[in-house]
């Protein structure tokens, strides 16, 4: 089945500093790549999502690529501001499964 | 417009017992999943449900069912629950399924002694 892995587990970045977390993906198949952002005490939420025929997509300070040859994509933030400061998981799907990485924390020290 | 719902959101049982957790979803989405979150595991995807039908699975036991109503409101089941059961369950709804976006609800923190 799918494996996904997360790099880096923790990152701690100054305000003001762009962040990047990278995940690769083992299932060629996969071709839906979302990103979410959990804060204490609540459900994730989705940041950005990119699809398998897409190679780049932005939106505001985030972006997101992916490399469907090496099987990785990346999220971007810049300009971060301490309220960026989360647990930020990447996850990958094929039509009947969706797997998760084990998340990134991310702090933003102002 | 309502965010997704889950209740209760938090739950102690013991060994043996069985929990049925709750999830309202936005309305007017009719796909609704489900997820545990443990510190070991991570996130890691349970079921989804679709206009009232499974329509997809995750590598769980049979000690994992779930069904949904004509309303998309779903219902979760653990039963002979075990320790290793305690988590924190998410449900998630959308208009078409885990391929689009998904809300999550603010999950149901179970823990099991």
């Known amino acids: 089945g799918e494996n996904v892995e997360q790099h880096p587990s923790t990152l701690s970045v100054q305000e003001g500093d762009s962040a990047v977390i990278k995940c690769t993906y083992s299932?060629?198949?996969?071709?839906?790549f979302p990103w979410y952002k959990q804060e204490l005490g609540k459900g994730p939420q989705l940041i950005i999502d990119?699809?398998?025929?897409?190679g780049e997509k932005k939106d505001q300070r985030i972006a997101v690529t992916l490399n469907k040859t090496a099987k990785h994509f990346s999220l971007h933030i810049t300009e971060t501001q301490p309220e960026d400061s989360a647990v930020y998981f990447c996850a990958a799907s094929i039509p009947n499964d969706m797997r998760f990485g084990a998340g990134t924390r991310l702090t933003v020290k102002p | 417009k309502a965010g997704v719902t889950q209740t209760p959101r938090y739950l102690i049982k013991t060994r043996g017992q069985q929990v049925t957790l709750s999830c309202s979803p936005i309305?007017?989405?009719?796909?609704v999943s489900w997820y545990q979150q443990t510190p070991g595991q991570g996130l890691q995807f349970l079921f989804e449900y679709f206009s009232e039908t499974q329509r997809n699975k995750g590598n769980f036991p049979g000690r994992f069912s779930g069904r949904q109503f004509s309303n998309s409101r779903s219902e979760m089941n653990v039963s002979t629950l075990e320790l290793g059961d305690s988590a924190l369950y998410l449900c998630a709804s959308s208009f078409l399924g885990i391929q689009e976006t998904q809300y999550f609800g603010p999950g149901t923190r179970l823990l099991v002694l």
């Open positions: 299932d060629s198949a996969s071709n839906y």
């Open positions: 990119i699809r398998s025929n897409v």
């Open positions: 309305s007017g989405h009719r796909s």
